[in-house]
């Protein structure tokens, strides 16, 4: 999924937040792309980093101890060529030193082989053989004075290419020996073979001055892969070599990786050498070259793991910090957009409630001062049959205009928003006077009035008749409610340094999530027939208009909870 996508699905989730009701599930889906988003955007290039990292480091510390290697077995090998071209230089330099008659005196040569045995060392014998390949002369500890080597393949090469460094062989002594030979052409040209054989220790001094670790392995072999020195792991000398080393001939020493016999992985490091048929072979495990990279990538390996799970944890915590914020940043954008609506909704209601109130007003007044009239007109009449009764209508009708005079009076005053009259009250006693007002009903519902009112309570700064009207309105509705036998409990403290709070929690019938979002909208009842809808709206608007607030909790079928937060002094008193 591309990037463009991850933030066109962000965005569509932050726009679910937009409607009015934010779903869980939708709030679980926004977070979960966040988190999938800044994962992709976080750890996927820190992932693709270390991986290049990782691939560039491990071919450069590879080739950084493969190197070492490679010098050595250069170096090694040099050795064995300088070892060899020295003993076939100085057989060279004996037969060209000595003639023919000389060597073939068995005293002359035997003078020889003592003076390279103190000066060389590892000189086993010499032998002078002629051109038929008869040896004819020989010094040594074996009898091998007119041996035929006509038929053999060394005479043949001696022969032809004037010098012979053989591959290491047993023999007649039983131990490994190479034998180097040169021919020389007499002054009558006739050709003769200078012979000499030499032990190979001095090629395990060579391999051990290498000084490879126990786990690793170096030997020489032939061009047939025989092996021409004992191998630590993979055979003795004269045994077939068990690896495949190319046979093309070239300079340096070439590495490959390859698996051993026993099926551990191995760098193995080959050289040929340009003059002689043999083959310098090293082998080190992986596990010796790149001891250092494995603790190393361990270790980088480690603090990677750790550092994902440190952004995954910082990521997790981040998105939901930021959801929570995306909520409550909608639900005050939602709250503040009710409460615009709302004030709309009151003001449109507050100017058509001023003219219901004045085309009330005036026929009231009217019918007020008729009935006023009456009962004067049937006060001072004598004698009249049905006075009692007369006089008992007209004080009914004149009650009834002093009630719609009190109603016409909170329509204005919610219109007009009266004045607020302050002074310093007693809400306990406040909040008790209202209870008595509703104390026959809830005598007669058998409701239980739970009183929790804090002996404590500062006095407050406030309106005492809205505030009387403010609980009645949500007392009234708490009696609503709550079926008979129900309870209502009404509790006040002192919430902190500015302000004091009532609830008032019934264990009614309670409200759902969409009735609450509009039960401060004017004429918007749940009580079917018998509401106005305006007891809450004009109870909101005291509230607020004292410079409280209001909060609602509710829940269908296990009762609902107002509480009010009323300042103690005014605002323009705070802080003075």
Not at 120 to 148: A, M, T
Not at 200 to 228: C, H, V, W
């Amino acid at each position: 999924m591309g990037i463009n996508k991850w933030i066109s699905t962000l965005t569509r989730g932050l726009l679910y937040y937009n409607d009015e009701n934010i779903s869980p599930i939708r709030r679980h889906k926004l977070r979960r792309n966040m988190i999938v988003l800044m994962i992709v955007v976080t750890i996927v290039p820190i992932t693709v980093m270390a991986a290049i990292n990782y691939h560039q480091y491990q071919t450069e510390l590879k080739n950084e101890t493969i190197n070492p290697l490679r010098i050595m077995s250069d170096k090694t090998r040099h050795s064995f060529e300088l070892l060899l071209e020295e003993r076939l230089s100085t057989v060279k330099f004996i037969a060209s030193a000595y003639r023919f008659e000389e060597l073939s005196n068995t005293k002359t040569l035997s003078h020889i082989l003592l003076v390279l045995k103190k000066e060389f060392g590892g000189f086993v014998d010499l032998g002078v053989i002629d051109d038929h390949g008869i040896q004819v002369s020989y010094c040594g500890p074996y009898e091998l004075l007119g041996k035929n080597y006509s038929e053999q393949s060394w005479f043949q090469e001696a022969q032809l290419r004037g010098e012979y460094v053989s591959d290491v062989f047993m023999g007649y002594r039983k131990f490994p020996h190479i034998a180097v030979a040169a021919q020389h052409l007499s002054a009558r040209d006739k050709a003769w073979t200078l012979r000499a054989t030499i032990d190979t220790y001095r090629f395990d001094n060579l391999i051990s001055s290498m000084e490879l670790d126990p786990k690793s392995d170096a030997f020489l072999i032939n061009r047939e892969g025989i092996f021409q020195t004992n191998s630590k792991f993979y055979g003795k000398i004269l045994e077939h070599c068990p690896f495949l080393i190319p046979q093309t001939k070239h300079s340096g020493t070439s590495v490959i990786e390859t698996k051993d016999p026993r099926g551990v992985d191995v760098f193995l490091a080959y050289n040929h050498f340009m003059e002689y048929d043999y083959t310098l072979v090293a082998i080190k495990p992986h596990s010796v070259v790149l001891k250092s990279w494995y603790t190393l990538k361990n270790k980088m390996f480690f603090i990677f793991i750790v550092s994902i799970v440190v952004i995954i944890l910082v990521i997790i915590k981040l998105t939901g910090i930021l959801v929570r914020q995306i909520r409550e940043a909608v639900e005050k954008r939602e709250s503040a957009l009710r409460e615009l609506e709302h004030s709309h909704k009151l003001s449109s209601i507050g100017r058509l409630a001023a003219g219901v109130a004045h085309e009330i007003n005036n026929p009231m007044a009217i019918i007020n001062e008729k009935a006023g009239l009456m009962k004067d007109i049937v006060e001072f009449t004598p004698d009249f049959k049905k006075k009692a009764k007369l006089l008992e209508l007209t004080e009914s009708i004149i009650q009834s205009v002093e009630r719609c005079k009190t109603i016409t009076h909170r329509l204005l005053g919610f219109a007009r928003r009266l004045e607020v009259l302050f002074e310093v009250l007693d809400l306990n006693k406040i909040i008790k006077e209202v209870i008595g007002f509703l104390e026959r009903e809830a005598l007669y519902r058998k409701i239980n009035l739970n009183i929790n009112l804090a002996d404590d309570l500062p006095h407050i700064s406030s309106d005492r008749g809205q505030l009387q009207q403010v609980f009645l309105n949500i007392l009234t509705n708490a009696f609503a409610a709550v079926e008979d036998g129900g309870q209502i409990t009404i509790t006040t403290w002192d919430n902190d340094a500015d302000t004091v709070g009532v609830s008032i929690r019934d264990n009614g019938c309670g409200m759902s999530e969409d009735v609450l979002h509009h039960i401060f909208e004017p004429f918007f009842t749940t009580k079917k027939g018998t509401g106005t809808g305006l007891g809450l709206p004009i109870t909101y608007g005291i509230v607020k208009k004292l410079g409280g607030d209001f909060k609602v909790q509710s829940q269908e079928r296990e009762g609902t909870t107002f509480t009010v937060y009323l300042l103690k002094k005014p605002k323009n008193e705070q802080g003075g």
